[in-house]
């Protein structure tokens, strides 16, 4: 193995490729079941103490602990973190840590950028740069739970940055990392995945095997509606994204979340409650209506359209509840994370622990 070749990350292994890795390297398996133990807790090779001195010198030389730099971290006055790092070929993503009373959750990216551009999100207004890899997303529940503790992440959700279903492969064996015992060890049954509705990709999903969750963005009772605010939908219509919805719920038996946020004046009629009822009719859901916040402004958004709108929906008979968006104080509630190139200074306010190591 040249010295020459890139660093390999490993954080984004499974145990069979880290087994495979270590064999090229002359080492017995036994050796990956002592590094993954070290691996959830993100430290350097020097730090893995049970391992020879010649062997963390050779693992120092071709292989890395992930590859983020941690640059920013900020706090907003109702304890939800945002955290800033940096690709190592110099790209910027955010996730955000959300406490709540005995749940922590993460909100994870799987992108940097988007390609969808839905119209209520700061990440699709530039486009997509490029997907994450499996190691890069895992990273950040790894940097994030070592700031996080002694509280414990026992719940992810894709709802950073990107559409998780673009970048299929990497999302998933992220999962299979983050739900793996010898990984970080979070419940399947403890991540979501969100989409904005890419009907293949779903009924992919739903055949992995996988217990995780399955939100759907789709803040709109109407094609009409929906056109207006998700562009996707020109390409697959409600109907196309439901049918989909229906068959993860029979393959997966897991209820569907219908993430809504509100437009108001456009997605918050009674129209649009009357439509989202008899569409979803039969199908087990729960709507999570969201007040939108402004794109780049700080402050919380009004939430008074969104409980008028789960009413009307409750009246039909769904299950709605208004979800109150935290970390708008530091741009991190929903739809405001994005790439914000030149605003990230590595090492202020960052967190004691350095991260490419
Ligand atoms: S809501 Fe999701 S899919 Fe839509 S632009 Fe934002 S990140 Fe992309």
Redesign the pocket.
Known sequence: MSTLAPKVDLLGLSRDELVAFLQELGQPSYRATQILSWLRRGVSFQEMTNLPGELRARLAEVATVGSLMLCSHQEAPDGTVKFGYQTSDGHSVESVLIPHHNRTTICVSSQVG?????T??A??QDGLTRDLAAGEIVEQVVRVQQVAAPRRIRNVVFMG???PLANYEAVVKAVRLLNSREGMGIGARHIAI???GLPDAIRRLAGEGLQVGLAI?LHAGTNEVRDQI?P?NRRHPVDEVMAAARFFFEKAGRKVALQYVIVPGLNDTQRQAEKLAEFTRGLPSMVNVVPRNPLEEIGAADAAPARRFAGLLRRRGMEAVVRRSRGSEVLGAC?QLRPRQGQQKPGESAPARPTNL
Not at 114 to 118: P, Q
């Open positions: 988007c390609a969808f551009g839905c209520f999100c990440t699709g940055m990107g559409e969100s989409t904005c963005s998700v996707l739809g």
